[in-house]
């Protein structure tokens, strides 16, 4: 009852309230478009004067081609001009144009109106019966005319030919100054309100207030009207330039020629009712809820009071049985104060792997990893309510004497408002399951006899180097290499020399190359090393040191046997038109062939059209024990 007797009085109130606003606002226009009326028929009476005084001089003085006029009444006519300009202060420029419009003469005030600019004298012209009209500028874009509009007073012979026209430009400023103090004395119509001037012939917007000079001068858009409670000057319309609805105050001027319109927008001078509704609908609705809130308090209370009992007991017995449960569980708990790392509490699972229960020997939860700042990591993602919670992360731990891997996750403990916050960790023991996957990491990607990666490890790993020197616009260069005569070695010696052969050059390539290179073997005799940042300069450098190293090595020792074993090494860089780390290695290999056909023992470099072959220039004869190492010489052939 309570809420719709106050939404029934919100309703009249606000209905009163916005009645004695739009009054109000009637009001206001009317007042400033009568005072407004007044101040411009002054004005245009103290004009009239003054140019009434112009003519008089320019009928008595000048000829009728004005330009033609002598230098002295030209100066009386300029001094005339200046003088009356600066006597009143609503006249921004009074001037003198010919009857075509064109400006001859002006007052000195304003610097940046020029001799020869165009005033729009159409509406006398057509009209002679005219004695006053309001007018626009139309002069060229480089006149800089003081915003406001122009009053004309044509100048005629006796036989009311047109001699002249005198015109004064109503200053903008002093217009909006006029209007201000109107609204002083009343109220502001706002932001968006409106005075223009409108030439009721062509039904042309002669002057607007704010200026919008796109549109002054154009003719005014017909819109909808809808009449302000009966009365005949006032109307509603949604103006064409704004899209704003604003109540329309209007008034004849010069004799029904102009016509005066005074607008202020309804979202101005509604704007407190607007506010007022605003508050009065939340108050309503928040008398609603509250009402409803407090029924549906009373009616829950009663239940609440005995559900409570019960969820005491439900949780005490929850409380022992989760103590039991941690106690008790295979997986390793401990619970840490969250601000100083301090170690709490732990279960039997945790001192059985890490040898010790909180104490002296373990007080912090940095303790119990082999880097202390992982537990830093670890404090801070618990404040993130998805981080960490539920999910383990493997890391490393200090148990004792040993390094452990286990799964580690960090749940935050509930807490209230003034307790210190507690965490609760858990050790998921996996050092078995991580030994077997690096076991079968190292079967997977580890050649077994040189200990380098195999084929699987280098293609996985080129694969991404090539996709990422691609996107990143990197050089990526490749080496391939192949022992020279190897299978004589393997003929002649066995295969268990052709294997010291193999960890031997494995050992060269070690030493080779750099950190960041990927040496890898690719089955029986063939190496390869990827060299990532690494232009075709640098990776013939780095080819050329690994043949020398490899022929400059001390040779395999089998069986009283020396052996020498020379490399042929293929060099290829990864191009625009590369399309995978295949065809990298399909240049690099077709390099290799022309290192083997010009003579072994060299390293060749593949090209777009050339390639560059440099090494030793001894014979292609199988090695033996005997072969000592060439010399190293360079040599450029053409593929």
């Not at 016509?259 to 605003?278: G, H, I, S, T």
């Amino acid at each position: 009852f309570l809420a719709c007797l106050y939404v029934g009085t919100s309703m009249v109130r606000l209905y009163y309230q916005k009645r004695q606003l739009e009054d109000q606002v009637a009001q206001q226009l009317q007042n400033i478009s009568v005072s407004m009326k007044r101040s411009l028929a002054l004005q245009l009476a103290q004009l009239h004067t003054d140019q009434k005084m112009i003519a008089d001089q320019i009928n008595d003085h000048f000829p009728a081609d004005l330009a033609r006029a002598e230098v002295r009444h030209v100066r009386s006519l300029q001094k005339m001009l200046t003088d009356e300009a600066a006597n009143n202060d609503d006249i921004a420029l009074l001037g003198v144009a010919d009857v075509d419009g064109k400006v001859l003469y002006m007052s000195n005030n304003v610097r940046d109106v020029r001799a020869g600019d165009q005033i729009d004298v159409a509406p006398l012209r057509a009209d002679p019966s005219l004695d006053t009209a309001i007018s626009i500028y139309r002069g060229g874009v480089r006149s800089a005319w003081p915003s406001g509009f122009l009053v004309l007073h044509p100048v005629r012979y006796a036989d009311g030919r047109l001699h002249a026209f005198v015109f004064a430009l109503q200053s903008h400023d002093s217009f909006h100054r006029r209007l201000e103090e109107q609204e002083r004395d009343g109220f502001s119509l706002g932001e968006h309100r409106v005075v223009a001037i409108i030439d009721t012939l062509g039904d042309r917007l002669a002057f607007r207030d704010p200026p919008a000079t796109s549109v002054v001068g154009e003719r005014v858009p017909e819109a909808q009207r809808t009449r302000f409670r009966h009365q005949k000057q006032l109307n509603y319309w949604v103006s064409p330039y704004d899209q704003i609805r604003h109540l329309v105050y209007e008034q004849p001027l010069v004799d029904g020629r102009y016509l005066l319109r005074v607008e202020a927008a309804e979202r101005d001078y509604l704007a407190p009712w607007y506010k007022e509704l605003a508050y009065s609908g939340v108050s309503a609705v928040l008398l609603l809820v509250t009402v409803m809130l407090l029924l549906r308090m009373v009616r829950q209370s009663a239940r609440q009071t005995v559900q409570l009992h019960h969820d005491k007991k439900q949780l005490e017995i929850g409380a022992r049985t989760m103590a039991h449960l941690i106690a008790t569980a295979p997986v390793a708990l401990a619970q840490v104060r969250q601000s100083d790392g301090m170690l709490l509490h732990a279960n039997i699972a945790f001192e059985n792997l890490f040898g010790a229960m909180p104490g002296d020997r373990l007080r912090t939860a940095a303790a119990l990893f082999t880097q202390p700042s992982v537990w830093d990591e670890l404090s801070a993602s618990a404040e993130q309510s998805d981080a960490l919670n539920g999910r383990g992360m493997e890391l490393t731990l200090a148990a004792g004497a040993r390094v452990r891997h286990a799964l580690v996750s960090v749940a935050m403990l509930p807490f209230t408002q003034g307790e210190s916050r507690e965490l609760l960790i858990s050790f998921t023991d996996i050092e078995a399951q991580h030994e077997r996957e690096q076991a079968l990491t190292d079967i997977a990607y580890t050649d077994p006899l040189t200990r380098l990666a195999n084929r699987r490890a280098f293609l996985q790993q080129a694969g991404a180097a090539f996709a990422g020197a691609r996107r990143h616009q990197r050089p990526l260069a490749l080496l391939m290499i192949d022992l020279d005569h190897f299978k004589h070695v393997n003929d002649t010696y066995g295969h268990a020399a052709g294997d010291a052969v193999l960890v031997r050059t494995a050992n060269c390539m070690r030493d080779s190359v750099r950190r960041a290179d990927f040496p890898a073997r690719l089955g029986g005799e063939e190496f390869v090393v990827l060299l990532p940042d690494t232009g075709l300069d640098d990776a013939f450098e780095a080819a050329e040191r690994l043949r020398r190293m490899i022929e400059q090595a001390p040779p395999a020792e089998f069986d009283g046997h020396v052996i020498t074993v020379t490399a042929s090494i293929g060099v290829a860089l990864m191009q625009a038109d590369s399309k995978d780390i295949a065809s990298l290695l399909h240049e690099a290999d077709l390099a290799l062939y022309r290192a083997k056909e010009t003579g072994r023992n060299r390293v060749a470099l593949a090209g777009t059209g050339t390639a560059q072959v440099a090494g030793s220039a001894g014979s292609n004869a199988p090695p033996a024990t005997q072969l000592a190492p060439a010399s190293a010489v360079t040599d450029k052939l053409s593929p």
